[in-house]
C-alpha cells in the first residue's frame, strides 16, 4: 500500500479496483465462513442438529439488527471521511472516525442491555416454537454479551477499507473466522456445550478482531486515527453519517422484520421443516449477496475519493467496472445454485428430509439472484457519493414497499402456500432492479453534472 492517499485519484481503475475489490472479497468471503460455520456445525449435532439448527435461525433477525446498526455507523462515517480525504481534509475525516466511534460504543451499551432483558420474548415473536425456544435462548444469552465486539469490528473495519487498507481489513475478518472455525468444534463438541459452545466461539473470535482494528486505528500505519481530543461526538459531524448510513441500516436491519415474516408464514404453512428451510436459504443467500458486498466495498473509496476531488472521468469508470463484475458474479451464481440447489443445502443438514425440501425451495428463492449485481452496484455507488436519500429509498422499496406484503399476498394465489411464501422473493427482487436502475440512471447523471459544474 502506498504511503499517500492519493493513489485513490492516480492509479489505473482496473488495477487499483483489483486491488482493494480481491482483499474486500477475500473478507467477505471469510465472513461468510464466520457467519454460517456455527450453523454448519449445530446442523450436524448427533440428534438434535436440524432443531438446534431451526432454533439458531431463529436468533438470525436479532443477529441482522445488531450488524445493520454496526452498518449505521460504519457504512455511513467511512464514505464521508473518504470524501473528506478526497478534499484534502484531514482533520474533518478524524473528526468523524473519532465521533462514529463513541457513538458506536454508545449503540453497542443499549443493544446489549435490551438483548439481555428481552431476550426470549424477541426470540418468540421472531417465530420461535416450543421446540426450538430452547435452542434460541441458549444462543443469544451468550452472544448478547458480545454484542460490543461485533459492533466494534464491523463498524470500525468500514473506516479500514475506506482508507484504502483492503488488506488489513481482509486480516480483521481473517483473524476471527480462524478463530471461530477452531473453537467451535472444541465448545459444542469437545465440551459438549451445543449451541452455547457455538455463541462463545463467536464472541471471543469477535473480540480478538475488536482488537486488531482499535490497534490499527490507534497506530502508525493508518492515515486517520481515533484521537481523544475528537471522541465527543458532534451533532454537525455524526448526523450526517447516520443519515448515510441509514440506507444500509434499513436494508440489513429490513431482513429482521422480513426474517420475522416469512418464519411466521412458514410456520403456519410448513412448520418447523419450512422455518429450518428457510435459515438454509438466508445462508445461501450470503454466498451471493457477501462478495458482491466485497466488490462494493473495494469500489468504494475510490468513487468516494474521487467524488470530493471532483474527477467525473474516474468515477464513471469506476461504476462501470463495478457493475460488469458485479453482474457476471450474480449470474453464475444464479446458474450455479439452479443447477446444483442439493449442493448448498447439504453444507448445512445431513437430514435427508429437510435437504430434499431445501433443495426445492432454494430455486424458487433465488429465482432472479442474476439481477441482483444490478442491485448492489447502483445501491452501493449512491452510498460512495453520500445520496443518503437515493439509497434509503431503493432499499425501503425493495424490503418494505415489495416483499414485506408479497409474502402474504403470493400463497394466497398458488395451491403450494409454503412455496407461494419462497416465491416472493424473486418476484421482488426483480421489480426493486427495474425500479433501481431507472432512478440511478437519473440521478447518477445530475451528481456528475453538479460535479462539472461546481
Not at 445501491?379 to 429509498?393: D, E, H, L, N, R
Amino acid at each position: 500500500m502506498n504511503n499517500s492517499k492519493e493513489f485513490l485519484g492516480t492509479e489505473p481503475i482496473g488495477k487499483l479496483l483489483f486491488k482493494l475489490a480481491v482483499p474486500s472479497v477475500i473478507a467477505q468471503i471469510v465472513n461468510m465462513l464466520y457467519n454460517i460455520v456455527d450453523r454448519i456445525y449445530i446442523g450436524h449435532i448427533p440428534g438434535s442438529g436440524s432443531l438446534a439448527l431451526t432454533g439458531v435461525g431463529v436468533c438470525l433477525p436479532i443477529i441482522m439488527v445488531v450488524s445493520a446498526f454496526a452498518a449505521l455507523v460504519g457504512s455511513g462515517g467511512a464514505p464521508r471521511a473518504s470524501i473528506f480525504m478526497g478534499k484534502d481534509d484531514m482533520d474533518s475525516a478524524e473528526k468523524i472516525l473519532s465521533g462514529c466511534f463513541t457513538v458506536q460504543i454508545i449503540i453497542s451499551a443499549i443493544l446489549t442491555a435490551v438483548l439481555l432483558l428481552f431476550g426470549r420474548s424477541m426470540l418468540l415473536t421472531f417465530g420461535a416454537s416450543e421446540n426450538t425456544i430452547g435452542y434460541a435462548v441458549d444462543y443469544m444469552s451468550i452472544y448478547a454479551v458480545g454484542t460490543i465486539f461485533v459492533q466494534m469490528t464491523l463498524g470500525m473495519n468500514m473506516f479500514i477499507t475506506a482508507q484504502g487498507f483492503s488488506k488489513t481489513s481482509m486480516l480483521t475478518v481473517t483473524i476471527g473466522a480462524v478463530c471461530n472455525i477452531i473453537l467451535d468444534p472444541i465448545f459444542i463438541f469437545g465440551f459438549g456445550m451445543g449451541v452455547k459452545g457455538a455463541a462463545l466461539a463467536t464472541i471471543i473470535s469477535q473480540a480478538v478482531s475488536c482488537g486488531w482494528v482499535l490497534a490499527f486505528l490507534t497506530g502508525k500505519k493508518t492515515f486517520l486515527r481515533i484521537k481523544k481530543e475528537y471522541l465527543k461526538p458532534v451533532p454537525s459531524i455524526v448526523f450526517p453519517c447516520l443519515a448515510l448510513g441509514l440506507s444500509t441500516f434499513v436494508m440489513q436491519s429490513s431482513e429482521s422484520v422480513i426474517s420475522v415474516c416469512f418464519n411466521s408464514s412458514l410456520l403456519k404453512y410448513g412448520g418447523d421443516l419450512a422455518v429450518g428451510a428457510m435459515t438454509i436459504l438466508t445462508s445461501t443467500m450470503q454466498f451471493a449477496m457477501l462478495p458482491l458486498q466485497g466488490i462494493g466495498q473495494g469500489a468504494q473509496p475510490i468513487m468516494s475519493y474521487n467524488y470530493g476531488a471532483r474527477n467525473i472521468d474516474r468515477m464513471k469508470k469506476t461504476f462501470k467496472l463495478h457493475l460488469v463484475i458485479s453482474l457476471i458474479y450474480s449470474t453464475l451464481f444464479w446458474l450455479f445454485v439452479q443447477l446444483f440447489p442439493a449442493t448448498f443445502a447439504g453444507i448445512f443438514s445431513s437430514d435427508p428430509e429437510l435437504v430434499s425440501f431445501t433443495a426445492g425451495a432454494l430455486r424458487i428463492y433465488c429465482g432472479a439472484m442474476f439481477l441482483f449485481g444490478i442491485q448492489l452496484a447502483c445501491q452501493m455507488t449512491f452510498v460512495a457519493i453520500g445520496y443518503a436519500v437515493c439509497s434509503i429509498i431503493v432499499a425501503v422499496v425493495r424490503k418494505f414497499v415489495l416483499l414485506l406484503p408479497l409474502i402474504f399476498i403470493v400463497p394466497m394465489f398458488v395451491s403450494n402456500k409454503t412455496m407461494g411464501v419462497y416465491m416472493a422473493e424473486p418476484i421482488a427482487d426483480a421489480i426493486a432492479v427495474t425500479f433501481t436502475a431507472i432512478l440511478f440512471s437519473i440521478q447518477f447523471k445530475k451528481a456528475l453534472k453538479k460535479l462539472d459544474k461546481a
